[in-house]
Structures are given as C-alpha cells and as structure tokens.
C-alpha cells in the first residue's frame, strides 16, 4: 500500500501564490506517476497536472504557464507550485499515484492511490 500525505493549502489573494506538497510513504516504489486533482464544490474532480519518475509531465490546459509540478524521488514528493491564482482555481486538491505506466493518464480511474486532499481558497 501507499499513503499520500497533502500540505500547503490555503487562503490566498488572487494573483498569489501557493506550493502544495505531497509525500509518498509505504511502498513508493508504486508511485511511478505522481498527481494532482482538484474538486470545486458542485463540480466533478478534474485533472491538474501529473509527472513520471523520469521528469515527463502534462498539464491541463487551464493551468498551462501558471502552475509547475516538479518530483524528488529521492524524498518521495511531488511538488505543484501555483502561481497567479484566480478564483476559479478554488478547489480541494488531491494528490494521486498510479503503479508502472508508460502513460502519464488524465483519468482519475487510472490512478491507484489518493490523499485526503488540501483546501485551496483564492478570494478576488
């Protein structure tokens, strides 16, 4: 098993920044994708961002330029830096982990582990 630990949610005025982390414990030799999603209240989870042990990366095109996912394999922790947050980035984000992959999947389906998730407030 895998347990997903989120941190560094928050308040923030729009146009700021956040760095939500994520550590992986158990057995982190699963996480080859690492991930993040979010969930607006009333609407369905989406996908944010997601990397691969080896660096490869895709974003949703809504965050494209605004928000960075980076990994330390070493410490087992993927790392979303948020910058120019708007309001419609309000959401509880969840951090997700997906066994051996080639793909680096936008489905929430396709992962295998979840954390409890970290609220995300951006007030105009």
């Known amino acids: 098993q895998v347990q997903l630990v989120e941190s560094g949610g928050g308040l923030v005025q729009a146009g700021g920044s956040l760095r939500l982390s994520c550590t992986a414990s158990g057995r982190t030799y699963s996480t080859n994708v690492m991930g993040w999603f979010r969930q607006a209240p009333g609407k369905e989870r989406e996908f944010v961002a997601a990397i691969s042990w080896n660096g490869a990366f895709d974003n949703a095109d809504s965050v494209k330029g605004r928000f960075t996912i980076s990994r330390d394999n070493a410490k087992n922790t993927v790392y979303l830096q948020m910058n120019s947050l708007k309001p419609e980035d309000t959401a509880v984000y969840y951090c997700?982990?997906?066994?051996?992959?080639?793909?680096?999947?936008?489905?929430?389906?396709?992962?295998?582990?979840w954390g409890q998730g970290t609220q995300v407030t951006v007030s105009s």
């Open positions: 997700a982990a997906r066994r051996l992959s080639i793909s680096i999947p936008r489905q929430g389906s396709e992962y295998n582990y």
